[in-house]
């Protein structure tokens, strides 16, 4: 196993510590969170950029570097949600989508084809990144400074049928972000793979019933 696999099997690993760590509420449970949050992060990005540079992509890497960074957002978002942090239905937005786009490549894969991931996906796996570092240490960040200034924007964000804090705020804000992304790569995605796998598609379903007739 080369060096950017056994990152990708590394974050895979951290996974779990990460929901052990925000579920269990240790102490300083968010300041360890989002430090174990960003090594796996980390690794997302050494690993594609050490397996480009070195030549390494190997079909096990394009396995592993996808299901890594699906099983680190879920677990995430899932800890989130259950210590009401992050907004359900938001969470089910982005695991939909990561399901849906995994199904297809799945099918593109059965084709002997592979859709590279687009811009807007790299940029909502960014905005995910933010989105949940600001959910994890939020809370804490803000009581050290609103302790710290006593001011109200380190109290109060925006006002709806909660308070939401200044960095706990930003971080359903860029959420937000991130949901959006995650429809529009979405679709960007469904249309590339149905330009190229769609063809292949409604010629075998054509061939399939031409059979069908002939017999």
């Known amino acids: 196993m080369n060096l950017p696999n056994f990152l990708s099997l590394t974050r895979i690993l951290i ?14 449970h968010e300041v360890i969170g989002v430090v174990v949050f960003w ?4 690794t997302d990005w050494l690993d594609g950029y050490l397996a ?7 079909t096990l890497g394009k396995l592993l570097d996808p299901l890594a960074d699906k099983l680190l957002v879920a677990g995430a978002l899932i800890s989130l949600v259950d210590l009401n942090l992050a907004p359900a239905w938001m969470t089910f937005i982005i695991l939909a989508r990561e399901f849906a786009v995994t199904g297809l490549r799945g099918i593109a894969s059965e084709e002997g084809l592979t859709i590279p991931a687009g811009t ?6 960014g905005f995910q990144v933010a989105a949940i ?13 609103y302790d710290w200034t006593h001011r109200e924007i380190f109290h109060f964000f925006i006002q709806l049928n909660r308070p ?11 959420l937000w972000g991130a ?5 529009w790569s ?3 995605y469904f249309h590339g793979f149905w330009k190229i796998v769609g063809p292949r598609i409604m010629a075998e379903n054509s061939r399939l019933m031409d059979t069908e007739e002939s017999e």
Do not use: E, H
Request: glycine share 6%.
């Open 133 to 145: 570092s600001c959910l994890i240490l939020g809370p804490r960040l803000d009581y050290w400074l």
């Open 52 to 58: 480009r540079r070195w030549k390494q992509v190997t």
């Open 120 to 125: 807007v996906g790299k940029w909502k796996m």
């Open 39 to 42: 090594v796996a992060s980390i």
């Open 15 to 28: 996974v779990p510590v990460l929901v052990v760590v925000l579920m269990t509420k240790v102490t300083n």
């Open 164 to 174: 939401y804090s200044f960095f706990w705020g930003m971080g359903v804000l860029l």
């Open 179 to 183: 949901v959006i992304l995650a429809i």
């Open 186 to 188: 979405a679709i960007a």
